[in-house]
């Protein structure tokens, strides 16, 4: 009976002590990946030599023919589409003072981005963005009785560099800085319609959830807080100044990863 124990104990026992190395288990979170899986392939591959153990994933998979799991990112190129639910807060302020000033808090608009980035690595990552925020548009009467109205309109686009850091079960949070393009016009009853492009550095904060789909593919979260001036617009002789423009963002999207 000692007889069959003992050798029971032996043969769990050699795969074991293969496997590990620096008492560490192939199982350990502090062991990369790369060296996970040339220590599991150990004892089939006499080939394998530990001068290897610091070779890039991708390389590790295609010496053994292996499939990546689908969280591992062979290619460190990926491509985004996401659309947007905005809530815009701003303050129209104006030159003449009989028009007193007037506040927008958290108007919706549906809006899209694109992105383009580019994985460092397990943790860091970089993209470009081009953005739609959306268009915004109110129009006022001067009184219930005058069919005078003016309709005033707030469109903006955007494009900026993000850097994200990736913490763990998919979450992560970064920062981005880039240029906002905000087109304000009104359109008067009795007035030619005026318009003006204005050009504003913007800045943004961001908190996400990744969840992988497969290999290639990622289904993303994210809220994201931007902060940009609006610029201002002469109507008739006055000047409307719309100042500091919050935008609360909420978007869905994927990534495919080439």
Known sequence: MNKYLSGFA??????????????LSTFDDRVPLSEKLLREYKTEN????????????????????????KN???SKWYMGLNGDLSFLTWKNKYSDGAFPADKFNFKPLL????VIGYRFDKKWRFDGE??????????????????EKTEFSLETYYIDANAYYDLKYGLYVGAGLGLAIVNLSS???YYSEVSKTNLSPMGAAMFGWTYVLDEKVDFDVRYRLALFDGGDLNIGGVNVDAGLVMNNSLSVGVKYHF
């Not at 925020?133 to 069919?147: A, C, D, R, V």
Request: charged share 25%.
């Open 72 to 74: 591992v990112r062979v």
């Open 130 to 147: 081009f953005g739609y925020i959306g268009k915004f548009s109110e129009t006022e009467t001067e009184n219930y009785l005058s069919p």
């Open 111 to 114: 809006g899209a981005d694109l």
């Open 46 to 69: 006499p080939n394998v030599s530990y001068n290897k153990k610091e070779a890039p994933v991708n390389v590790v998979i295609k010496e053994y023919k292996m499939e990546a799991p």
């Open 187 to 189: 359109d008067h009853t």
């Open 10 to 23: 032996v043969l769990c026992i050699l795969p074991m002590s293969a496997f590990a190395e620096g008492n």
